[in-house]
Nanobody
Framework: QVQLVESGGGSVESGGSLRLSCAASGYTYSGSSNCMGWFRQAPGKEREGVAAIYTGDGSTYYADSVKGRFTISQDGTKNTVYLQMNALKPEDAGMYYC????????????????????WGKGRLVTVSS
């Protein structure tokens, strides 16, 4: 079955950096319509899309709030997607979830969770001011 296993995250001071990893298994990782994304949810707030990548051609998409600070990347040999988070702010704190979608649609470009079919358990990121 499809599994997404996240690692990384933790606590950092404002301005610091963290990296998240998401190892995928149980499906053809680099299928042409496959999308993997990172989402986050802060306490009391709705889940929001942070970044996404088409694992077939490597196209990437970012929320405006993280552009220039976060980078989503992949290692196809390891079926793993990364989220490098730099210049972290307190408002970046929350639970970060890896997700995968295997169907076509515009959800990857919009980093929409409606198209994501599989989810990891999440990793906590805390940013102190």
């Amino acid at each position: 079955q499809v599994q997404l296993v996240e690692s990384g995250g933790g606590s950092v001071e404002s301005g610091g950096s963290l990296r998240l990893s998401c190892a995928a298994s149980g499906y053809t990782y680099s299928g042409s319509s496959n999308c993997m994304g990172w989402f986050r949810q802060a306490p009391g707030k709705e889940r929001e899309g942070v970044a996404a990548i088409y694992t077939g051609d490597g196209s990437t998409y970012y929320a405006d709030s993280v552009k220039g600070r976060f980078t989503i990347s992949q290692d196809g040999t390891k079926n793993t997607v990364y989220l490098q988070m730099n210049a972290l702010k307190p408002e970046d704190a929350g639970m970060y979830y890896c997700a995968a979608g295997l169907s076509t649609g515009g959800y990857c470009q919009t980093i929409g969770d409606s198209g994501m079919e599989y989810w990891g358990k999440g990793r906590l990121v805390t940013v102190s001011s």
